[in-house]
């Protein structure tokens, strides 16, 4: 349009919200009864989003001319018309507005720029996430706190502070899922006390913010400023509806504070506004992280009873013949959907040369369809060599993994550190492949490409069929457990130290700008 090309925001507007009032169908119903393969809906939802361009636009010509009033008054407006909440997290025009709507409200007191030369080494930690999962399948709340208490244990001065940011109710329309609702602040602070026992409410402290529109964002905001942490982690999920990273709270506060990205699930893509990268495995990171500093380190999350049952080093393999994957809810049917026939086949083919063995695999949204869907697995169903079963409770689930042989971790699949650790636990081999989160904990020897589906079944198969091999991977995998415990927090710790120095040293070089930004407030 000619206003879009006139840089006359204002007009460019009101001719969008033309194009998306009228009702452009020949039978006189409203556009939104029409499917959106309807090319007139299709042309309302288009000019719904060229609005959304326009205020955006809009929003900064008014920021330059310190029109804040206004400003503010545009971005609240974008804000309401974000459909999905994924939207505002990916695109990077949307992420600098809130940063600059959150740059021009917050409340610092005295000389932020000071803020991150507080210590030289790190005392005060803060950890940020979006969501915190907690359920009987979720185990990412266990992993922060368990995190917290082994952080806690490296020196008696630090303190821990989780902010809890809810930052997706930034928009109108935020996904919230059951496994994270708000309503399960009692279980996640119940769980905090389990296990932080006297540490919690004392060095380790939670947060829990509801991020209610843009002034929400910034309330949470002035809450991590008056805390005045010397290092903010960011714990990142996966970019879809459940993502756990708190993106947004990341790009505010960037300017302010040493800032490291950690992953709770492998496959988030990484940006530039990052310190540091604490990988905990060989996984590849994607996004354009630009300067920053990527460490592999195993993160500090096993805690000093999380050791495996000795009595399964003894028994033999042939006891049992059995074969346990798992993975919660949809991803078990949407990965084995997507997984091609030839590596089905490499994989199937361990069930041919260990005649009588049986392959669960547990975690299936939908057991029957999953079955249906898939001849080659239908078929193994039908011989009695695969089963496949639902999100299993707790203790029927443990049970089944500590009478298995072998845990497979499937390719493909990212998340699965929860099951994976009962294995652990109970002395059960692991074979996983290097893209996943099993990939953090486990030694070398036992974790695959992904294109190596191949020599992942053989190493199975040789697990399966050879004791002495078997009691020799339990040892090893026993023994690379035993040196992340007794090595990780020291060496996290010790990552967040030199994160402190890059932040500090970049926060110093941009001063001039922060003093600049000061005085406007």
Aim: proline share 3%; glycine share 6%.
């Amino acid at each position: 349009m000619f206003a879009m090309r006139r840089r006359d925001w204002r007009e460019a507007i009101f001719q969008w919200q033309l194009i998306a009032s009228f009702d452009l169908t020949r039978s006189g119903s409203p556009v939104s009864l029409h499917s959106k393969n309807d090319k007139n809906s299709r042309r309302v939802l288009f000019a719904k989003k060229q609005i959304r361009v326009a205020r955006v636009k809009f929003a900064k010509e008014l920021l330059q001319e310190r029109r804040f009033r206004e400003f503010r008054e545009q971005c609240a407006r974008v804000m309401e018309m974000i459909p999905d909440q994924r939207i505002l997290k990916k695109d990077r025009e949307l992420l600098n507005l809130v940063k600059d709507y959150a740059h021009t409200s917050i409340e610092v007191g005295g000389d932020f720029s000071t803020l991150a030369t507080r210590s030289s080494n790190p005392k005060r930690i803060a950890i940020c996430l979006d969501v915190l999962k907690v359920s009987d399948v979720h185990t990412h709340s266990r992993v922060i706190f368990a995190m917290g208490r082994n952080l806690l244990s490296v020196d008696k001065n630090i303190e821990v502070h989780v902010f809890i940011t809810n930052e997706r109710f930034v928009v109108t329309t935020p996904v919230v899922a059951e496994s994270f609702h708000p309503q399960k602040r009692t279980t996640i602070e119940k769980l905090a006390q389990n296990i932080l026992e006297d540490l919690y409410n004392t060095r380790f402290f939670i947060h829990y913010m509801i991020s209610r529109d843009l002034e929400g964002l910034v309330s949470t905001c002035n809450k991590i400023l008056e805390i005045k942490p010397d290092v903010i982690l960011y714990g990142g999920g996966h970019r879809g509806l459940f993502s756990n990273e708190s993106r947004l709270i990341r790009h505010c506060l960037y300017d302010f504070f040493p800032t490291v990205f950690f992953f709770i699930q492998s496959n988030n893509q990484v940006d530039k506004e990052i310190d540091m990268i604490i990988a905990r495995g060989p996984h590849k990171i994607t996004g354009d992280f630009g300067k920053s500093v990527v460490r592999v380190q195993p993160y500090p999350t096993i805690l000093g009873n999380d050791s495996s049952v000795d009595k399964h080093l003894d028994r033999s393999v042939s006891e049992s013949q059995t074969i346990v994957s798992a993975i919660s809810g949809v991803r078990l049917n949407v990965k084995m959907a997507e997984m091609s026939d030839a590596n089905l086949k490499r994989m199937f083919g361990i069930l041919d040369r260990v005649p009588g063995t049986v392959w669960y695999f547990v975690g299936a949204a939908d057991p029957d369809e999953l079955v249906r869907s898939n001849r080659l697995i239908e078929k193994r169903v039908r011989a009695g060599q695969i089963r496949v079963l639902p999100v299993l409770p707790f203790i029927e689930f443990s049970e089944l993994v500590c009478n298995s042989s072998l845990f497979l971790h499937l390719p493909g699949f990212t998340g699965g550190s929860g099951g994976a650790s009962v294995a652990r636990r109970s002395g059960i081999p692991i074979l996983t492949f290097s893209h996943s989160d099993v990939s953090g904990r486990q030694p070398q020897q036992t974790i695959f490409d992904e294109r190596d589906v191949s020599g992942w079944a053989e190493m199975a198969i040789r697990l399966l069929t050879d004791q002495d091999f078997w009691n020799q991977t339990v040892t090893l995998q026993r023994a690379h457990t035993n040196w992340i415990k007794q090595t990780s927090s020291r060496n996290f710790y010790n990552c967040l130290v030199e994160a402190c120095e890059l932040g500090r040293n970049r926060i110093n070089c941009t001063k001039t700008k922060m003093v600049e930004f000061s005085s406007k407030l």
